[in-house]
Each structure stands twice: as structure tokens, then as C-alpha cells.
């Protein structure tokens, strides 16, 4: 066999092997696959004459690569049920890069326009626009999904929604918004002083699903950034669940009339202002969150003003909860803990400082302490909750924290995320093995992404129980590898379960 079909069959191997993992451990469900008019676009050029020649129900497959959308007018999606998809499912490995973040001669730019129905975008990045990635055109615009998608330094918006028409019915899911820039003070005019700049915008949203998305440090010039997630201008019916909100000046901010907006279930360490800042909400309910707000130089970890028939149930608030203007709200049933418990903090979560705000024991105070609440099923894992609910987005479970929930008698084999992750220099991955499996043969090894394994981590008989094992960052010879993507992987028997592990020096 010759050694290009051998790096074929292993390139083959390993994306059977590994379906994608989001930043904080959650597995991406794969897309239906597209039954009929497929388009493969594998260069620039080829890519932009199947945009140009879109149809109705088409889907545009993208191969591996980093496109320059630069040059080209804003792609413009007008015909029904279009998708456009990278082709190997991480969204790394197919990069649109616009116009640049700091731009000011393309204050305008926004990447793809909206103006149709049943849009799907996944498994790609959006990057380096001067305003926005994604942007509604008419409104008006129902029912599209938006899956898997990274947003990566984005000038002022991942997705806007602008004034308009209702649109109805999207799912916003295991996307990421991160920015690894900050707009400068008074960039280009900017009329929030370099302040306008979110992961998204939304007006006029009606029954939208933002869920298992991760937002990592969305910041503005002066640490005044919109907002992760802001919803305002009649907005309804919005569920935003199940979310990773960190390093964000602002977490959920919901402005100027939203009704029966519910926010569950998310994790959110704020950046220099608030987890959320509800104003003018009517019918708001936020249940079983957990917010960290570490900074002290901000009134609260949550701000309401001026919000009617707000529900406020199994929150773990660590900051303060501020009331402004007409705004009433039963507490009870929540936990609020003062900046001065940070130690009573730390011995609940995983790891705030990696937005881990996971219960790591069964006997710390939000545990079987809540209230079961019409709307609250599962937890931020999107495990079933048992028992008493427990208070915060976390319900807790044996092998908790980092480590992602399962019938373990089932599965026989369960492991953790890695974590820290991304690392440097070291990280370390939790797994639990029944009973079932003891004594079968096991090993724990590390992969490149290119499906080589790097590193032999464990190797033997395996007993059962919950264990720890770190990976340095070095190779079998103890060199130090280079910064990337890797896998490690834990085999049992014919168990095996893959983790992601992105090392950053
Ligand atoms: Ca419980
Ligand atoms: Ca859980």
C-alpha cells in the first residue's frame, strides 16, 4: 500500500472516529445527510460560482481549507432550504476570513446575508469581519439553523437581526463566538466609543432555540461590550439554555420590550460587567442558572429594571442580584452567595476560572435543594434531572464536574473533557470504568490530528472506579509537541471514547 492511501485510510479512521467536541466537552449530533443536490466546493473560485449559482434546496459542501471572502460582495443567501456545510464537521477546518476586525475602510461589511427560509450554516468559521458575520437582510426570514458554527473575531456581531418583519422559529446551537482582539477607544467612528461589538443582536425574534453555545471574552474598549447574547425590540418567546458564557463583559442582556424570554441552565463567569441585565421584560423567567461574577467594580451579578411577571427560581447567583425601577421578584428558592464566600465557592465548582461551574460533591448546599419548575427537565449537560432538582444549571451526578454524564452501567466506560482546555503546560482527563469492564485490556493514548499517536499515556489491565491521568504535552521520547489539536483517546475492551484536547503556548 502505498503511503498516501495509507494516510488516506487513516485520515478515514479518524474522522469515523471522532465526532467533534465543543471547547467545554459537549458532542456535536451530526446533520442529516443531504439525499440529493449536492454541490462540493474545494477552491475559492469553485466556492464562489456555487454561491453565485444557488438553488432551492441545494447544499453546498465545503472542503478543508481557509477561504479569502475579502474581495467578494457580501454572499447572499436568497433562495429556500439552502445549506452550506464544511465537509469534515470541525468547524477549524473551513475558514472564511473577511475584511479584518479593525478595518475602518469596511465599516459596512457584513459577511453573509440572510433573504430566505430554512437556511442551514454548519461546521465552519466565520472570521476578521469588519462588522458583522451573519445579518438578516428583510426579516421576515423563518426557521433556518445555524449548527456548529465558529465566530471568531468578528468586528461588532456574530449574528444580527436588525428591525423588521418577525422572524420565527430559528435553533442556534454548539456554535462559538470568541474574540481574541478588543476594538480600540473611538475605532473608526464607532458611536459606542469601541463598545459596540456582541456575539449577537437580535430584534424581532420570535421562538428562537440558542442552546450549547459557548461565548468566550467578547470584550469592548472600555470593558462596556453589548452583550453575548442581546435581545431586544420585541423579541418573544426566546429559550436560551444550556449556554457557556465567559469572559464577556456582559452575559444575557434583554432590552426594550421582550416577552416570555426564558433563560435556563446556562454557565456564566462575566467579564468587568454582568452575567444578565433584564430591562423592560415582561413575563422573564430565569431558572436554574449559575452565574460567577468575580468583579467588584459592577453593581451586580444580575441587573433587572423595570420588568413585569418575572419568575426567578434555582439560581446559584455568586455577586449580587439588583433591582431597579418597577420591578418586583420573589427570591425564594434561589442560593446568593456574597463575593466574600469565594472560599464556600470554590469547594462547590469544578473550576470557575475555566467556566466550569459544575457541583463537584453531593454534599454542597444546591444539591437536591431546588423546587421542580414547569419549563425544567434536563440540566446544562442535557441530562435528566433526578430526585429533587438541585439549585444552579448543574444537576449533580456520581463522576461529576468535568467528567460528562451517563448510565455507566451501560456505557461501561465514561470520560472526562479535558482540563484544563486549552492548556499549557499539562491537562488531565477523568474516567470511570464499571465494574462490568474490569480486567478487560486498556490503554489511554494520544493522537495528532493527523490520527498518529504521539504519546502511550496508560497501558495494561484495567481496574474499575473513577481515575486521573495527565498528559504533559510531551511525546514518547518526552520532547515537548508543538502547539495544536490532539486527541486522547481511552480504549476498554471494545469501549472507546475520544477527548480534544487544543494545546496553546
Ligand atoms: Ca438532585
Ligand atoms: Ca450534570
Redesign the pocket.
Known amino acids: 500500500m502505498s503511503m498516501k492511501n495509507l494516510a488516506y485510510l487513516v485520515s478515514i479512521a479518524v474522522s469515523v472516529c471522532f465526532a467533534y467536541t465543543t471547547f467545554d466537552g459537549k458532542e456535536v449530533p451530526p446533520l442529516p445527510p443531504a439525499q440529493s443536490n449536492i454541490v462540493t466546493a474545494r477552491t475559492p473560485v469553485a466556492l464562489y460560482q456555487a454561491l453565485r449559482n444557488q438553488s432551492a434546496g441545494q447544499t453546498i459542501v465545503i472542503g478543508n481549507g481557509t477561504y479569502d471572502v475579502s474581495p467578494w460582495e457580501s454572499i447572499l443567501i436568497d433562495v429556500d432550504g439552502l445549506t452550506i456545510q464544511g465537509e469534515s464537521g470541525d468547524p477549524a477546518d473551513v475558514v472564511f476570513v473577511g475584511r479584518g476586525f479593525e478595518n475602518c475602510d469596511a465599516v459596512g461589511e457584513e459577511m453573509i446575508k440572510i433573504n430566505s427560509d430554512r437556511f442551514t450554516i454548519a461546521n465552519l468559521t466565520l472570521s476578521e469581519t469588519r462588522t458583522q458575520a451573519l445579518k438578516l437582510q428583510t426579516m421576515g426570514n423563518d426557521s433556518c439553523l445555524v449548527h456548529n458554527v465558529r465566530f471568531f473575531n468578528n468586528g461588532e456581531w456574530g449574528i444580527k437581526a436588525p428591525n423588521g418583519p418577525v422572524s420565527y422559529g430559528w435553533e442556534i446551537r454548539y456554535c462559538h463566538f470568541e474574540n481574541t482582539k478588543v476594538p480600540v477607544i473611538d475605532r473608526c467612528q464607532d458611536m459606542d466609543g469601541g463598545n459596540y461589538i456582541g456575539g449577537m443582536t437580535l430584534m424581532k425574534c420570535d421562538g428562537w432555540n440558542i442552546h450549547d453555545n459557548v461565548y468566550l471574552n467578547i470584550q469592548g474598549a472600555t470593558n462596556r461590550a453589548m452583550g453575548a447574547i442581546l435581545a431586544w425590540n420585541g423579541c418573544a418567546s426566546l429559550v436560551i439554555q444550556r449556554n457557556l458564557i465567559m469572559g464577556c463583559d456582559q452575559g444575557i442582556d434583554l432590552w426594550l420590550t421582550t416577552t416570555n424570554v426564558v433563560i435556563r441552565n446556562n454557565m456564566i463567569v462575566p467579564g468587568a460587567m454582568n452575567s444578565m441585565y433584564i430591562t423592560d421584560g415582561t413575563g422573564t423567567q430565569v431558572c436554574n442558572n449559575t452565574v460567577f461574577s468575580v468583579f467588584t467594580t459592577n453593581n451586580g451579578a444580575i441587573i433587572f429594571n423595570n420588568s413585569t411577571g418575572v419568575t426567578f427560581k434555582n439560581n446559584i447567583v455568586y455577586g449580587s442580584l439588583v433591582q431597579n425601577g418597577t420591578v418586583t421578584i420573589d427570591t425564594g428558592n434561589n442560593i446568593f452567595l456574597t463575593r466574600t464566600n469565594r472560599l464556600a465557592a470554590a469547594a462547590w465548582f469544578g473550576d470557575e476560572s475555566m467556566g466550569d461551574l459544575h457541583l463537584k460533591s453531593d454534599t454542597c448546599a444546591p444539591?437536591?435543594a431546588g423546587i421542580s419548575l414547569a419549563g425544567v427537565s434536563d440540566d446544562w449537560d442535557g441530562v435528566q434531572?433526578?430526585?429533587?432538582?438541585?439549585i444552579g444549571a448543574d444537576?449533580?451526578a456520581v463522576g461529576n464536574g468535568i467528567l460528562p454524564q451517563g448510565d455507566l452501567g451501560a456505557a461501561g466506560l465514561v470520560v472526562s473533557q479535558a482540563s484544563p482546555n486549552p492548556f499549557n503546560p499539562a491537562t488531565r482527563v477523568r474516567y470511570s470504568i464499571s465494574e462490568s469492564m474490569q480486567g478487560k485490556l486498556f490503554s489511554i493514548k494520544v493522537h495528532a490530528a493527523s490520527g498518529v499517536v504521539i504519546k502511550t499515556l496508560a497501558s495494561g489491565i484495567v481496574l474499575s472506579g473513577t481515575h486521573d491521568v495527565v498528559w504533559d504535552g510531551t511525546d514518547n521520547v518526552s520532547h515537548p509537541v508543538a502547539s495544536g489539536i490532539y486527541w486522547i483517546v481511552v480504549q476498554c475492551g471494545a469501549a472507546q471514547k475520544s477527548v480534544r484536547a487544543v494545546l496553546w503556548k
Open positions: 444539591v437536591n434531572r433526578t430526585g429533587p432538582y438541585d444537576e449533580y
